[in-house]
């Protein structure tokens, strides 16, 4: 916005300065032109009445006035007297003074003048006797190309100094009117990455103080709102947990005590489902907390994190023959951080290696790959399951969507989403992909700190 002010002003300038200059200009080189076709004609018809005296004192001072002027000026005229004047070529010029009478001014040029200014004028004995000869008078427009680069030049140099004054003048107005929005950009900035304290000063002209108080005072309510919403879910964490573990003993209670099989078989599949609402409950206490933006992202070791989840998840695939790596160019970084709000990460490579193992074949491989490129860090995470069909990866991030695959039959549709919300949330991308030589691809894409070392 601020350079389109600037141009915006600059151009008015211009407009102005050219409305006023450029006649001017033209008024001077016209008066230019004027001037020159005066003097010169002045001397002409001078000339032509000594040639018309025809004497011998006229021809001589015509020789004197003709040696007077230096190269630039040249005079020839016909012998009408014992001159020692060029006689001049005939032409359609000379023709019209000889035989009209009439002078002529031929400047070379229709645009301005060319190399010369040639005035021919007749020559009588009197002003209204016959013509007896012509006097022609060629003079070089050398100087008057200069002295019109000088008016040109000298007002196109004022012009621009001019103009980069302006531009100055500009700058500072337009950062002048322009500091009221971005006063309210930059609230605007803070509150999308969570600083809901960010208000914004209520300056300027009283369009934008009208802006900047309903921005504030929108601020203000969805922070209570948000406020609301970290007590629900606090509050919620501890009520649906508490009453879920506490059905969850008393079904292996009951289920200790009871010999009859069917009643055992019952209880049991009671205590799984008590167990998939307990994973239902945890997954949609997480998204209700990452909608909220309880904590911002700060710079947080990324190969620490990978490295604790994979030490936690190893035991599980150790069982069964599952092999976890890890590869890529920043395991050999220590130093390596991300962006991302504390616990994220963690919940966030939970989910996916859960869904990995989960699918994987007993003796296959999750390979773990983290990749490093200069303002973004990417997290691969590969198993060798039976892979997604393409019109599943479209929907796999949908809230309680379960695929046809293994996650498909015991999880609860929010795995997935939980992980996109979250990597959604620290500023970072999700995507699905298959993996080479079959199973699935999870591609998550982190903002690297600005703290990231090598």
């Known amino acids: 916005m601020i350079r389109q002010l600037v141009r915006s002003y600059v151009l008015l300038v211009a407009v102005a300065i050219a ?9 001077l080189t016209d008066q230019l032109r004027d001037d020159t076709r005066h003097s010169v004609l002045r001397e002409a018809d001078a000339m032509a ?13 015509l020789e004197e006035m003709a040696r007077a002027y230096d190269d630039e000026i040249q005079v020839t005229a016909t012998d009408n007297c014992a001159t020692r ?23 070379g040029s229709d645009f301005i003048w060319g190399d010369h200014l040639v005035v021919t004028v007749p020559a009588r004995p009197q002003p209204e006797g016959p013509v007896v000869g012509a006097v022609r008078i060629q003079y070089a427009t050398g100087e008057l190309t200069s002295r019109l680069w000088s008016i040109w030049g000298f007002r196109a140099i004022l012009a621009l100094l001019v103009l980069g004054v302006a531009a100055l003048i500009g700058v500072a107005v337009a ?7 971005r006063q309210l950009n930059d609230m605007a900035s803070r509150f999308s990455d969570g600083d809901l304290t960010a208000r914004s000063p209520v300056t300027g002209p009283p369009e934008t103080q009208t802006l900047a108080r309903t921005l504030n005072q929108g601020a203000e309510r969805l922070d209570t709102l948000i406020a609301s919403q970290r007590i629900f879910v606090a509050d919620a964490s501890h009520q649906l947990r508490t009453p879920l573990t506490a059905l969850r003993l008393s079904l292996d209670n009951i289920a200790d005590g009871v010999d009859d099989d069917f009643v055992r078989e019952d209880v049991e599949q009671a205590t799984a489902e008590v167990v998939r609402m307990s994973r239902l409950v945890n997954g949609l206490l997480v998204l209700a907390r990452a909608e909220a933006k309880v904590t911002d992202a700060e710079s947080l070791p990324l190969m620490d994190i990978v490295q604790e989840r ?39 490579l939970d989910n996916v290696l ?16 983290v990749e490093h490129r200069s303002d973004e860090v990417t997290v691969c995470v590969l198993d060798e399951g039976p892979g997604m069909p393409d019109a599943d990866k479209s929907r796999a991030f949908d809230r309680f969507w379960r695929g046809k695959g293994l996650t498909g039959k015991s999880g609860t549709g929010l795995g997935l989403a939980v992980v996109k919300q979250l990597v959604t949330d620290d500023g970072g991308t999700v995507t699905l992909a298959d993996a080479p030589g079959g199973g699935l691809k999870v591609v998550i894409s982190l903002r690297a700190s600005q703290r990231s070392g090598g």
């Open 175 to 181: 950062r002048r009117i322009t500091r009221p929005l």
């Open 49 to 61: 009445l000594l040639l018309g005296g025809d004497s011998a004192a006229s021809c001589e001072a």
């Open 85 to 107: 004047l060029p006689r001049p070529e005939r032409d359609a010029a000379l023709e019209k003074a000889l035989r009209q009478g009439e002078p002529t001014v031929d400047w």
């Open 19 to 27: 409305l006023f200059t450029v006649p001017v200009a033209f008024t």
């Open 310 to 348: 994979l030490a936690v998840w190893r035991p599980a695939a150790d069982e069964r023959g599952v092999t976890i790596a890890l590869k890529g160019n920043a395991g050999g970084r220590p130093l390596v951080r991300v962006l991302a709000s504390p616990g994220h990460l963690d919940q966030v």
């Open 354 to 369: 859960s869904n990995a193992l989960e699918v994987s074949p007993d003796g296959g491989t999750i390979t773990v790959r």
